[in-house]
């Protein structure tokens, strides 16, 4: 798991098996859900960052929750944990904004990761 921005992660966080499994290997279908995905997750992200400044815990909920089917179908399960804990913690009550910001950086460093291998990965698929 990453530490920090400047510590790499010696392993992958994608999993493409699922992927390639549940569109039969056809590539042009796995080349849609990744270019989707590549779109989809950083708008995400800078979502869930804007309503954290906001303090806007209906929106950074309901994000996460959409980002757990985002990331589970590219096998990214190390986030699936943290997702779920945001979006527990998220609401209007939330003591622990503190804590939604340590997950989210965690989120958000990992989602780089995701995003530079799913590019890399891309490839495979053009």
Do not use: W
């Amino acid at each position: 798991m990453i530490k920090n921005e400047s510590e790499k992660s010696v392993e992958n966080v994608c999993d493409f098996t699922y992927l390639d499994k549940i569109m039969n290997g056809k590539k042009h279908l796995i080349k849609e859900v990744i270019d989707a995905f590549l779109k989809q997750v950083p708008e995400e992200l800078r979502t869930i960052n804007d309503a954290i400044i906001n303090k806007d815990y209906v929106i950074i909920k309901n994000v996460a929750h959409t980002m757990r089917s985002s990331v589970s179908i590219l096998g990214i399960t190390i986030l699936a944990p943290i997702l779920k804990e945001i979006e527990d913690i998220s609401t209007p009550l939330a003591t622990s904004v503190e804590k939604i910001k340590e997950l989210t950086h965690e989120l958000n460093l990992i989602c780089k990761q995701a995003i530079d291998e799913i590019k890399r990965e891309e490839y495979n698929y053009a």
